[in-house]
């Protein structure tokens, strides 16, 4: 079924039921007003500390209320429902600022990971303590001379009696100074190519030899860290995978992780903001404007259906492929041209408002967060790099360095 069919067909008895189960909930349940920090990005610790703790109580009556983990397999604490039912919860929810911000990365991209490449045990303990919102997870991926080629990673993992010790440093880890437990990739065999000497770890994030620093970004909040890693004790059991394998899992993540970006937002009827923005400002009639909304309305449905797809292609157990690249540039290319239409809008109110003007901030904040949208996930120019080569057939970029043993590149602080 294609995705507009999908939207357009009628709802089953069971899907009805559960839209009236999600509707009630909601309404009884949902915060009305948006809680501040409970995206996990407050600039004061203290709000932050007490945004994470709301976020998880609130999650925690999400699960137990059979809401959580839709599409998960209902033996690790899921559902096991339909991707429909998440859209229809999905649609419901809509309406409110659900406090749920914090757990994408684990439901998106950790959680898959463990799901696809864990063993049995890893699943039993770990999947249901994530979904109820007991235990938070952070992608430990990048590194200070490792992003977009992050197989060039330093971080090294070497093997002792009951594990392994980990050192090395990662970047931009988005919220690991709240997480639990983390998915790592660190260098276990230097002699190999870059790609086949890493593995996959679950790191506790409370484990001693783990330091966590908070960097403050442009808004002034603080979303991701600095995390240091010295003789870390990793236990044998917190092996993902296959030894050295890791990059085979990493891949899943980060398809998991383009998917999630690109199939989020969208829901409800996003461009009503703009709508009341264009009527609060006088210029419903003004062409250029009428124009600019309609074509933000189109961009936003376009991007729906992406999700749609791609949501779908992974409950069909298919690899999204390329088309992750599409939705997660796409969704970039929404983020800045929308926060920019915010801020032309409403004019001198974006930059100077009242102290106690509830919300006055939130087109400055959409500007200044815009370009993080296109970096994290992977940047622009990779999406449209792997959108080239797979896509539309172009060259591959020239790889000099895949099939040199590690240790021979001359990469970050190697030399
Ligand atoms: C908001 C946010 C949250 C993040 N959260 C996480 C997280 O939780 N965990 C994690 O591991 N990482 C996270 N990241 C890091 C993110 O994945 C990296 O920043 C990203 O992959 C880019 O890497 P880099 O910053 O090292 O830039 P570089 O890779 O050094 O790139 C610098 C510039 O060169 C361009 N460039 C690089 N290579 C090519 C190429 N081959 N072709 C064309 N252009 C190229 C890039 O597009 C960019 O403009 C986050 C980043 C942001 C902004």
Not at 219 to 228: A, L, Y
Not at 264 to 281: A, H, Q, T
């Amino acid at each position: 079924m294609s995705a507009v069919e999908e939207t357009t067909r009628e709802e089953s008895a069971d899907e009805a039921a559960f839209r009236e189960k999600a509707r009630t909930w909601l309404r009884d349940n949902a915060p009305t007003s948006a809680v501040a920090g409970t995206q996990g990005v407050a600039a004061d610790p203290n709000e932050a500390t007490d945004a994470v703790t709301a976020a998880k109580q609130f999650q925690a009556k999400l699960f137990d209320a059979g809401l959580a983990g839709l599409t998960w397999p209902q033996e690790y604490g899921g559902q096991g429902l339909t991707s429909r039912h998440r859209r229809i919860f999905e649609e419901e929810a809509s309406p409110y600022p659900l406090p749920t911000g914090i757990f994408i990365i684990g439901f998106g991209m950790c959680g898959p990971t463990v799901l696809e490449h864990g063993t049995e045990e890893q699943k039993n303990r770990y999947i249901a303590p994530m979904l109820r919102g007991d235990e938070i997870w952070c992608q430990l991926f990048s590194e200070p001379g490792a992003g977009s080629d992050v197989a060039g990673l330093q971080a090294r993992a070497v093997e002792t009696e009951d594990g392994w010790l980990l050192n090395g440093q990662k970047v931009w880890t988005s919220g690991a100074h709240y997480c639990d437990y983390g998915l790592v990739i660190a260098r276990t065999d230097p002699d190999q190519p870059k790609h086949r000497g890493i593995t996959m770890f679950i790191v506790d994030m409370n484990a001693e030899g783990v330091t966590t620093r908070p960097l403050r970004q442009i808004t002034g909040e603080s979303h991701f860290n600095e995390v240091f890693f010295e003789d870390v004790h990793i236990p044998r059991e917190n092996l993902v995978g296959e030894v050295n394998d890791g990059w085979r899992c990493a891949i899943t993540t980060l398809m998991n992780e383009r998917v999630s970006i690109g199939s989020s937002g969208g829901d409800g009827d996003p461009i009503e903001p703009y709508v009341k923005l264009l009527r609060s400002r006088g210029l419903e009639d003004d062409p250029v404007a009428r124009d600019e909304v309609a074509s933000l309305y189109v961009r936003q449905r376009v991007q729906r259906y992406l999700g749609m797809r791609l949501n779908e292609s992974l409950r069909m157990g298919t690899a999204p492929g390329p088309l992750g690249s599409v939705a997660k540039l796409h969704g970039s290319i929404i983020s800045q041209v929308s926060s920019q239409m915010g801020v032309d809008l409403v004019g001198l109110d974006a930059v100077a408002w009242e102290d106690d003007e509830q919300g006055a901030d939130r087109w400055a904040q959409a500007v200044l967060q815009s370009p993080g949208s296109v970096i994290a996930g992977g940047t622009s120019d990779i999406q449209r790099n792997i959108i080239g080569e797979r896509v539309l057939g172009l060259p591959k970029e020239p790889q000099v360095d895949r099939d040199l043993p590690f240790r021979e590149l001359t990469v970050g602080t190697q030399r």
